[in-house]
């Protein structure tokens, strides 16, 4: 899946390592190693007391264009929280926890996932004032369907 995310130009990190043993087919256990991204997990990097609200619009701005990104090729997180998301220096944010992933090949499976993914998301923000500036990165109608 970060291949096919790297491809499409998204902000994920690459993997450097990855078996996964399957049984009759099935997958089992698996490990991953990806690469290393410096930043912050979203959630800590919003609330920080030194974040303006610019920087925190910025992120989200962003965001919702990896989002958008996403949506265009049918992908859904899997478990698109704050702390699966990582703002480096220069603000820009990446999705990690790529284990959950999916490319989509019906619509109607990939809205079901998207919304999945839009509660989860702004279930992080419920209690803090930061959450409004999050509020619009998932877009209520993807795909412009």
């Known amino acids: 899946m970060s291949e096919l995310c790297h491809s499409l130009g998204l902000?994920?990190?690459?993997?450097?390592?990855?078996?996964?043993?399957?049984?009759?087919?099935?997958?089992?256990?698996?490990?991953?190693?990806?690469?290393?991204?410096?930043?912050?997990?979203?959630?800590?990097w919003a609330t920080s007391e030194s974040r303006t609200a610019t920087?925190?619009?910025?992120?989200?701005?962003?965001?919702?264009?990896?989002?958008d990104r996403l949506?265009?090729?049918?992908i859904t997180h899997g478990d698109c929280k704050a702390s699966n998301i990582i703002v480096t220096g220069d603000h820009q944010p990446?999705?990690?926890?790529?284990?959950g992933a999916i490319q989509h090949r019906s619509r109607s499976a990939f809205r079901k996932a998207y919304f999945k993914d839009a509660r989860r998301f702004r279930a992080n923000w419920l209690q803090d004032d930061t959450g409004e500036l999050f509020s619009n990165v998932f877009s209520d109608h993807p795909l412009h369907s």
């Open 71 to 74: 949506s265009t090729a049918m």
């Open 94 to 99: 990446y999705f990690v926890d790529l284990d």
């Open 55 to 67: 920087e925190i619009r910025e992120v989200a701005v962003k965001l919702a264009k990896e989002i």
């Open 11 to 44: 902000a994920v990190p690459k993997f450097i390592f990855v078996a996964e043993e399957r049984w009759v087919g099935l997958p089992g256990r698996s490990l991953s190693i990806m690469e290393y991204i410096k930043g912050i997990p979203l959630h800590l």
